[in-house]
């Protein structure tokens, strides 16, 4: 897909503040610091349109990004960031799955996994749920580019292990650094966006 207009609509701290377009929509979960928001600037071509950082915790709120015009990819906050309290986490958690569980322009959930370790429990956590939902997903392994080419089908096998993923959910190894997966990704996401 060419990208030609891209831009923050909106970041939402409550339901109230969706966008009231019956667009199509893409979420983005995964665990903070896992690559979110990287790999929308990444998919777009934008450097910094969503906000990125190297300390985990960056993105706090529902961030809706319009893209052409024709649907939105929508950044949630990432789950798993030990240094907030744990009623902030509550807050968090109930938050994302009002979003999850409620939205009906909701297409899509692009779940966000690091290639280069094992899925952490809440990695887990967050598979099993979105199967238990039966939520329509994608798996992406980010941060390919820190292991050798040679070595990423291995680590994927152990992404598909860990998350115990059904043969129908698509995984694809993915960097927001050299874009390799991103013509892959957006055929994935093409009949979600059509819909
Ligand atoms: P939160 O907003 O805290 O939930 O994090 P996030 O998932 O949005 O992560 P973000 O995109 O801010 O990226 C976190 C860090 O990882 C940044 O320093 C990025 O530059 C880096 N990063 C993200 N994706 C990649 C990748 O594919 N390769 C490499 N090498 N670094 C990446
Ligand atoms: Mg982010």
Redesign the pocket.
Known sequence: MKVTQAELVISAVSSKQYPQEALPEIALA??????????I??MINRKNL??????????QTLNFYRINGQFFFV?L??YG?ARVSKKERERWGRFIEEYLTTRQQLQLICH?VDIRHKPTRDDQMMADWLQAMALPRLVIA?????ISKGKIAKHLKLVKETLQLAKDVPLIA????TGLGKEEVWAALQPYIDH
């Open positions: 995964g665990r903070s610091n896992v690559g979110k928001s990287s790999f600037n990444k969503a906000r990125t950082s190297s300390k985990p915790g960056k993105t950044d906050p990432g960031y966000l980010t941060k390919a580019d820190k993915f960097s927001a650094e």
